[in-house]
């Protein structure tokens, strides 16, 4: 069974700094992409960032040049570090794996989240 489990949220202050971690359990195929959305009530859910096991990265519009996806992909955990932090970046923050394995079968999952608080 695969899962993700997200680390490292929590209050900080505006400009201040996160370092979000995911970690992949199970049996993951070795070509992967992992991604972290977040959500803020009343919002719809949107892409943060995203990463490929080879390490391909692509950001969302809101948070390029302030935040850097990275992955370690022997230990196949994500890293998320989030500078000069905004409270607009307050949200519940998810982490996603998508890959195929070695039959074409599909893997979607989802972590459950974690809270990021930036206020003064």
């Known amino acids: 069974q695969v899962q993700v489990v997200e680390s490292g949220g929590g209050l900080v202050q505006p400009g201040g700094s996160l370092r979000l971690s995911c970690a992949a359990s199970?049996?993951?195929?070795?070509?992967?992409?992992m991604a972290w959305y977040r959500q803020a009530p009343g919002k719809q859910r949107e892409l943060v960032a995203i990463?490929?096991?080879?390490?391909?990265?692509n950001y969302g519009d809101s948070v390029e040049g302030r935040f850097t996806i990275s992955r370690d992909s022997a230990k196949k955990t994500m890293y998320l570090q989030m500078n000069n932090l905004l409270p607009d970046d307050s949200a519940l923050y998810f982490c996603r794996i998508q890959f195929l394995d070695s039959t074409a079968h599909e893997y979607d999952n989802w972590g459950q989240g974690i809270q990021v608080t930036v206020s003064s």
């Open positions: 990463i490929t096991s080879d390490g391909r990265a």
């Open positions: 199970g049996n993951i195929f070795s070509t992967w992409t």
